[in-house]
């Protein structure tokens, strides 16, 4: 049974594999071959130093021994080069094939309560730290693999000298380890005690640098704010590595002359061998490859303790990239979901409430929207409205009751084509900088052009000064047209009234927009009016001809009907209209 470390792991590496088979193969390869290249040139180099000596038969070859010495070496370092190569390559393969998987992910998420909730924010944070954690775990890796091999090729050297040499030389490590050890762990505190004061480092810089905030700081007396927080901060940053780093050097050397003493004894004793000239096979080879080897399994012992450390944080943070591939939608999809393939002739509410954890948003809410209707949903913030809406769309799903489409739970179509019987213009639209007929109409890589009604929604002037037409950029990050909030706002309406859709819903449209455009839009919405409309306004004046008005107050529907009949039935409709009507007489 793997354990939860071994399975994230295999993950990865079968990550790395299925972005780039061949790739990750001649990784592994030479990887190999990187590990197994001090084991050859040092053997050859003891042949070659006893040849020289008069100790070995070799001494006539000293030729062929120069040579495997020299393709040794030249191998070692050819596929470093090669291998660093294929690393990268392997690297900007996997992050590709990642951040698509991350993208199609996130898109898999029909309901979009998981994108509402704090443990999602905190882990689409985490995620941004993914892309760069892969390369690093490939690095790290890859080269523990490399240092294992190292050190079992030279272990079986040093066992071939006396059986005890590589037993002492691997005590005489452990300190060093531990240090290494405790070193991790102040790394980690370290860490800790900045996170927070770097994020307000960040914060303060962010906001000097900001453009967004260029008049206030030119303005106003920001800078000086700013900027002495900032050195006080960055004092602090640096009195605190200071300190980390003081006792770095103290353990760095405790854990450092163990393994001086002992590689010092153990060449004092092949020294002594060499000398007393008893044993022909202590020579000067063997005492200069003991030389080179006690170095070479010294480090790979050492990188291969302090890379496991890293290995461990690696996974740590590669967990989330994982833990995000297994996150849940946070409604249910039927696998044989049914058609919408007649006209949506009715919306129907059946005793629908909905709740965010234990507060109740929406109770027991009932009500009918036929086809050609034209229905508005007001209320006060917080009354319900919008949500009531996330749920016709099924952005979420009812707590209790249900939401019937042509007289079937809407939880039984197929929600893709469901979704394309709908449009919306939402309160809180984006800001897509895309050309502009890519804003209107994405996905469409047809010609189209705009109807001189739709042209009266963007706004002539608008559109006359638009330098591209259609094919204008939006925005100035990269390089496009600059655009008021008005503007993006005609866009989104556009965008809205353009699809062809059964059921058009509109949330607050008309926010950002002066009262005579709002009128000329609100007219077009109504033309709009040939299937279902149902939109939200706080401008009640803007809903006298809706066929039906839904009075939502606390989460319930308290009454509906037309404006003349609310007027006069609903206390509370009336004293809305009135209080807004008061505010232009």
Known sequence: ??????????????????????????????????????????????????????????????????????????????????????????????HLRMNNMIMKKTISFHGIQNFESKEYREME????????????FLHCFTDISQYIIQCASVFFIFGNIKFWIPIAIIFSLIPAV??????AVLDVELETELSQIQIREMYLRRNIIDPRYSKEFRIFNFFSVFSQQYNKIQ??????????????????????????????AILYYIFLKVIA?????????????????????????????????????????????????DYKDSIEIPDDGLSVDEEIKE????????????????????????????????????AGKTTLIKLLLRFYDASSGTIFINGIDIKKYDIHQYRKKISAIFQDFPKFELLLKESILPGNNGYFELSPEEVNILGDYFY????????????????????????????????????????????????????????????????????????????????????????????ELIASGSHENLMNSCSYYNELYSNQANMYK
Not at 251 to 264: C, I, M, T
Not at 368 to 377: C, N, Q, R
Request: hydrophobic share 45%.
């Open 1 to 94: 049974m793997l354990n939860k470390k071994s399975k994230i792991i295999i993950n990865a590496l079968r990550l790395f594999y299925l972005s780039g088979p061949f790739t990750f193969i001649g990784v592994e390869i030479l990887t190999f071959l990187q590990g197994f290249m001090p084991f050859l040139s040092l053997t050859v180099f003891k042949l070659i130093i006893d040849a020289a000596s008069g100790h070995s038969n070799f001494a006539k070859n000293t030729l062929i021994l120069s040579l495997v010495w020299g393709g040794a070496f030249l191998m070692q370092h050819l596929s470093l080069i090669v291998n660093e190569t294929l690393r990268q390559n392997l690297n900007n393969k996997t």
């Open 125 to 136: 944070r985490r995620l941004d730290f993914c892309s760069n954690m892969f390369p690093y």
């Open 347 to 382: 919306i129907r509410f059946e005793k629908v409430s909905f709740s965010y954890g234990d507060r109740a948003v929406l109770k027991d809410i009932s009500f009918e929207i036929k086809l050609g209707s034209v229905v508005a949903i007001v209320g006060e913030n917080g």
């Open 178 to 183: 531990l240090t290494q050890k405790k070193l």
């Open 277 to 325: 000239k008893q044993d022909v096979f202590y020579t000067v080879g063997m005492l200069a490859l003991y030389l080179q080897s006690v170095f070479v399994f010294s480090d790979a012992f050492l990188q291969i303790a302090g890379w496991k450390t890293e290995v461990d944080r690696a996974l740590q943070t590669i967990k989330y990239f994982f833990d995000y591939m």
């Open 464 to 555: 006359k000064t638009l330098p591209e037409g259609l094919d204008t950029m939006l925005g100035t990050e990269f390089g496009g047209r600059e655009l008021s909030g008005g503007e993006w706002q005609r866009i989104a309406i556009l965008r809205g009234l353009k699809k062809n859709s059964a059921i058009f819903v509109v949330d607050e449209p008309t926010a950002s927009i002066d009262p005579i455009q709002e009128a000329r839009i609100y007219e077009k919405i109504m033309a709009h009016a040939r299937k279902i409309t149902i939109f939200i306004t706080h401008r009640l004046g803007s809903i006298k001809k809706a066929d039906s008005i839904l009075v939502l107050r606390n989460g």
């Open 235 to 264: 004092n602090k940053i640096y009195n605190t590595k200071k300190k980390f780093e003081l006792q770095t050097l103290k353990f760095n050397l405790l854990g450092f002359f163990p393994r001086l003493v002992v590689a010092s």
